[in-house]
């Protein structure tokens, strides 16, 4: 008898230390656990938002790419006004071939030169338009004008590259109206920085070597021999 109530004893002592350990085990997962639980709300609710140096990062990139893209549109806008540009002087370099194949010489580039009448004829165009000498491509422009070959040739050259009044005044003694007088221009012409073509005829052999035609290029300087690789010419 005495053994049975040991026995029950020694399991009513294990139970009770069962319930004791499974009790202490939880509270201890519940310790442990809390935190981390904590931390990790904690780490979700940080990541809600950018850091200040995530949000720089992205402003950088950002205004690298703005910078390339100006570049490559300023590039794009270069070339294509170095472009209209070989056009406007090959077009020139045509009109003055035909020139010479008809009177036998190139206008003239200065207002001092005298051919065939030319200059007193020119000036009483000049003086029903404006007054002062002319610059040698308003010259050019006035001279391609009066021959019809020449005239149709000058006349696919953009408007952009025109420069002054446009129209024609009917002069004493004409049959047909003459062209204002205007001024050739390179595209990045404005009114505060004028920037015609150049038009000069060789000075040792005015009629016998081809005139050079060129603009000053993008830069807008005058021609030297370190520069000359930013001239846009009829040389090339």
């Given at each position: 008898?005495?053994?049975?109530?040991?026995?029950r004893?020694?399991?009513?002592?294990?139970?009770r230390?069962?319930k004791?350990?499974?009790?202490?085990?939880?509270?201890?997962?519940?310790?442990?656990?809390?935190?981390?639980?904590?931390?990790?709300?904690?780490?979700?609710?940080?990541?809600?938002?950018f850091?200040?140096?995530?949000?720089?990062?992205?402003?950088?990139?950002?205004?690298?790419?703005?910078?390339?893209?100006?570049?490559?549109s300023?590039?794009?806008?270069?070339?294509g006004?170095?472009?209209?540009?070989e056009?406007?002087?090959?077009?020139?370099?045509?009109?003055?071939?035909?020139?010479?194949?008809?009177?036998?010489?190139y206008?003239?580039?200065?207002?001092?030169?005298?051919?065939?009448?030319?200059?007193?004829?020119?000036?009483?165009?000049?003086?029903?338009?404006?007054?002062?000498t002319?610059?040698?491509?308003?010259?050019?422009?006035?001279?391609?004008?009066?021959?019809?070959q020449?005239?149709?040739?000058?006349?696919?050259?953009?408007?952009?590259l025109?420069?002054?009044?446009?129209?024609?005044?009917?002069?004493?003694?004409?049959?047909?109206?003459?062209p204002?007088l205007?001024?050739?221009?390179?595209?990045?012409?404005?009114?505060?920085?004028?920037?015609?073509?150049?038009?000069?005829?060789?000075?040792?052999?005015?009629?016998?070597?081809?005139?050079?035609?060129?603009?000053?290029?993008?830069?807008?300087?005058?021609s030297?021999?370190?520069?000359?690789a930013?001239?846009?010419?009829?040389?090339?």
């Amino acid at each position: 008898m005495y053994q049975r109530a040991d026995q029950r004893n020694l399991e009513a002592q294990n139970m009770r230390n069962l319930k004791v350990k499974i009790r202490n085990d939880f509270s201890t997962s519940q310790t442990v656990g809390r935190p981390h639980s904590q931390f990790a709300t904690r780490n979700s609710q940080s990541r809600l938002g950018f850091t200040l140096t995530e949000v720089l990062i992205v402003v950088a990139i950002i205004a690298l790419l703005a910078a390339g893209l100006v570049g490559v549109s300023n590039y794009v806008q270069t070339q294509g006004n170095v472009a209209l540009t070989e056009q406007c002087v090959k077009l020139l370099s045509t009109a003055v071939a035909q020139f010479h194949d008809i009177t036998g010489h190139y206008p003239i580039d200065n207002w001092t030169d005298s051919q065939d009448g030319a200059s007193h004829s020119y000036s009483r165009i000049l003086n029903a338009n404006r007054s002062g000498t002319p610059n040698s491509d308003e010259l050019l422009y006035l001279q391609l004008s009066l021959l019809p070959q020449t005239r149709e040739i000058i006349s696919k050259l953009p408007e952009k590259l025109l420069a002054a009044p446009a129209g024609t005044v009917q002069l004493a003694g004409q049959s047909s109206p003459t062209p204002y007088l205007r001024s050739v221009v390179d595209p990045w012409h404005t009114d505060n920085d004028p920037r015609p073509l150049n038009y000069e005829r060789d000075t040792t052999d005015p009629d016998g070597v081809f005139p050079r035609i060129w603009s000053n290029g993008p830069d807008g300087k005058s021609s030297t021999d370190a520069e000359k690789a930013d001239d846009i010419t009829n040389e090339d």
